[in-house]
């Protein structure tokens, strides 16, 4: 009898796929988000799976970015869960935690090293992350793309009373773009340049997996909504076909802002909680110079 893999076996086997063809130097597994379907009743088949999700960081010696290569590749190879993956060179990675990097030393500190060229290394170990200016950075990166974004829902608006809905679109696009943007600085401390709004939204699922459902896990009629944003980065500006009702534009500036509204909430908690953990810091460190002088 044929033996059925596990998601994770089929995980660990793809690994070694994309390992042999990019040939990194190290890929991190930072986070694994498992989503389950589960029916039963009289009149519907049994129904018991599981998806995961997984959240790489790719490291390669050269510098220059092959991200979206990657991305591609495992979007068009992996049909197991879905994959998230962050590609940057060597360089990139020593001046991160040179920088005081949150993001890059929490992933080095703590992340899973899934792979490495040199298998004689199992993990690494960088100088500890200083809390004491993330809340800060967080704080002003935030407010910089909140008020982008809500620049864009004004003009979005403002295109919707004049009747350039293809237009409309585009600017939402944007808002949902710079909201994501803003979460992932503000949870990840990571400086994301991703344009796609399904591999933002992804992304956004490391710290909050509830975060991609606000608009893909509703209504087919929802989901169809979303498309049509997601599309509107290029069809908007380069494709004559592209086309946007007043009804589904309408439709979509109510759902953008109220995701605007609650990236502004998720933010603000995660700046107090950031703003919390340096206090706490800071005491610590006043206590050990007592103690050692």
């Not at 990675?93 to 993001?103: C, H, M, P, W």
């Not at 809905?165 to 710079?178: I, K, S, T, Y």
């Amino acid at each position: 009898m044929k033996r059925e893999f596990t998601q994770k076996e089929h995980f660990d086997d793809f690994i070694e796929v994309l390992a042999e063809r990019f040939e990194p130097l190290y890929i991190y597994c930072f986070g694994t988000a498992a989503q389950s379907n589960k029916k039963t009743g009289c009149f519907i088949d049994h129904v018991d799976e599981e998806t995961n999700r997984y959240f790489l960081l790719m490291i390669t010696e050269s510098s220059t970015r092959i991200e979206h290569e990657v991305q591609n590749y495992v979007n068009d190879h992996f049909h197991h869960g879905t994959i998230t993956a962050l590609v940057h060179g060597k360089e990139t990675l020593i001046e991160a935690v040179r920088a005081n990097s949150k993001f890059f030393i929490t992933v080095a500190n703590n992340a899973e090293l899934i792979y490495s060229k040199d298998s004689t290394i199992k993990s690494f170990q960088v100088p500890a992350f200083i809390p004491t200016q993330a809340a800060i950075k967080a704080k002003k990166h935030h407010n910089h793309r909140q008020m982008l974004a809500t620049g864009f829902l004004e003009s979005a608006l403002e295109c919707i009373h004049k009747g350039k809905h293809n237009l409309a679109a585009f600017m939402l696009h944007q808002v949902v773009e710079q909201s994501c943007i803003a979460l992932i600085r503000v949870h990840l401390a990571y400086r994301s340049d991703i344009h796609n709004l399904y591999r933002l939204l992804r992304l956004c699922d490391s710290f909050s997996p509830a975060i991609s459902g606000f608009f893909l896990d509703e209504s087919e009629e929802g989901r169809r909504l979303f498309d049509i944003l997601a599309k509107s980065y290029s069809g908007a500006r380069y494709k004559d076909d592209f086309c946007v009702g007043p009804a589904d534009a309408t439709r979509m500036y109510y759902q953008v802002a109220a995701f605007l509204r609650l990236t502004t909430a998720l933010c603000n908690d995660k700046i107090e909680s950031l703003a919390i953990e340096a206090e706490v810091y800071k005491q610590l460190q006043k206590e050990r110079e007592v103690v050692y002088g």
